[in-house]
């Protein structure tokens, strides 16, 4: 391959990118959020994305009602980062902070990620496994 053929094939290259970081996204989505339907979780949590800025070298996941030791139970830090990852990307506009209800948090946040995978004719399996903890 030459550099012009390189070049040339940017544009698909930068869209399957893409397709793979909201496929990964929406695996971490569902993945975690039967973790959370299969542990029975529930109620509102503020999570707090790496923010070197802020001086946040690791993701924060805050129990807004309820105990903060049950979700500390719950995901570790790998998981966090995923998480925060996952949803920065599904995202609208650029944050690091989000608010949401523990039982609703794939619902909320899935449909624009599973929405531009159906349109570029991804087939979502219902036996989708979580992605690995790479």
Known sequence: MNLSQLLAS???LLRQ???ANAAFAYAVLRGLG???ENA???GPVRLLAVEPAAERYSPQLIALVGSQAVLDEHFDEADLV???DALAFAAPGPTTEFEF???DMFAQHSPPLRAALLAAGVEISDELGAPDRR
């Open 10 to 12: 940017r544009p698909a």
């Open 17 to 19: 990118a893409a397709l």
């Open 34 to 36: 039967r973790r959370i």
């Open 40 to 42: 029975r979780l529930r």
């Open 82 to 84: 995923r998480l925060a």
């Open 101 to 103: 209800y523990l039982e």
